[in-house]
């Protein structure tokens, strides 16, 4: 069964530091999204990605971050330079619909820890 | 604004027991009602959606939606040790992009 993808699975960073996280979505899906999960907090929407542009972002989602579909598979969540408070599980999804209801695949997820 | 709630429990039920997990939202632009489950250390996992109010039923899970009263739940019938897992809800609007997902309930089920 198609599933989605993430490396690293744990990314360890010093404060400052830029780091991208990286997805690979199902192969015939067409919108993307990342979501983040501060510990014992929800699960929140960062942005979404469709036909190479930003569709949507949230209010997390500010100038410190940036995403990218640098080829026809990954699709990358960069930080530029982290904070202590960007420490999360960062969720990749994607979707194939365009439709009224986007069912979201979501991957394992990769645990950033900011030092 | 909160826009979802959720009790996040934990929840400890013996096995065979119906299990009842709840959400209230405020904002009436949500038209679909999911419920996820994670398991620790993997992403959430849909198991049902509904659109708008009413229920939906998948073997053992039954989904029903409040609009009225903004409020959601999911019942597990005969509930397993495999079902022990956190439970997501989550909505979004019509076409949306955006999922607003609760807390998370975080359930056991003793054999």
């Known amino acids: 069964e198609p599933e989605v993808t993430q490396t690293p699975s744990h990314q360890v960073t010093q404060m400052g530091q830029e780091v991208i996280l990286r997805c690979v979505p199902i192969s015939n899906h067409l919108y993307f999204y990342w979501y983040r999960q501060i510990l014992g907090q929800k699960v929140e929407f960062l942005v979404s990605?469709?036909?190479?542009?930003?569709?949507?972002k949230s209010e997390i989602f500010d100038d410190q971050f940036s995403v990218e579909r640098p080829d026809g598979s990954n699709f990358t969540l960069k930080i530029r330079s982290t904070k202590l408070e960007d420490s999360a599980m960062y969720f990749c999804?994607?979707?194939?619909?365009?439709?009224?209801?986007?069912?979201?695949?979501f991957g394992p997820g990769t645990r950033l820890t900011v030092t | 604004q909160k826009e979802v709630e959720q009790d996040p429990g934990p929840l400890s039920v013996p096995e065979g027991a119906i299990v009842s997990l709840n959400c209230t939202y405020s904002?009436?632009?949500?038209?679909?009602f999911m419920w996820y489950r994670q398991y620790s250390r993997k992403g959430p996992e849909l198991l049902m959606y509904?659109?708008?109010?009413g229920n939906k039923e998948d073997g053992r899970f039954t989904a029903q939606v409040d609009k009225s009263s903004k409020y959601i739940s999911l019942f597990i019938r005969d509930s397993q040790p495999s079902d022990s897992a956190t439970y997501l809800c989550a909505m979004s609007s019509y076409g949306g992009n955006q999922f607003y997902f609760g807390t998370g309930t975080s359930l056991t089920v003793i054999p």
């Open positions: 999804a994607s979707t194939q619909t365009s439709g009224g209801f986007k069912e979201q695949y």
């Open positions: 509904t659109y708008s109010s």
């Open positions: 990605f469709y036909n190479n542009e930003i569709s949507e």
């Open positions: 904002n009436s632009a949500f038209q679909y």
